[in-house]
Nanobody, 116 residues
């Protein structure tokens, strides 16, 4: 079983920055992929960014490319999302996820609100 704990959400003005972190715990040997989804009110959950263990390749939603950066620490089993130049349309609940042994595990979600 994998447990995920997220931190770092909050309220920030447009153009500001936030850093989200997610720590995985449990009996984990090797995580294939980690990343973040988000869900805005009335919208479907969408992929924001993901990072693969082997080689550390990354993938981003077009809407966040150049503004968000995903990173992971395999030793600490954490994944981070640095979010810069935030826009009101980035407002959503952000969910950490882990792909481990073919199963997807989710964090509880952290609210990110961009507003002046």
């Amino acid at each position: 079983q994998v447990q995920l704990v997220e931190s770092g959400g909050g309220l920030v003005q447009p153009g500001g920055s936030l850093r989200l972190s997610c720590a995985a715990s449990g009996t984990i040997f090797s995580i294939y992929a980690m990343g973040w989804y988000r869900q805005a009110p009335g919208k479907q959950r969408e992929l924001v960014a993901t990072i693969i263990r082997s080689g550390g390749s990354t993938n981003y939603a077009d809407s966040v490319k150049g503004r968000f950066t995903i990173s992971r620490d395999n030793g600490k089993k954490t994944v981070n999302l640095q979010m810069n130049s935030l826009k009101p349309e980035d407002t959503a609940v952000y969910y950490c996820y882990v792909n481990y042994q073919g199963s997807i595990y989710w964090g509880q979600g952290t609210q990110v609100t961009i507003s002046s």
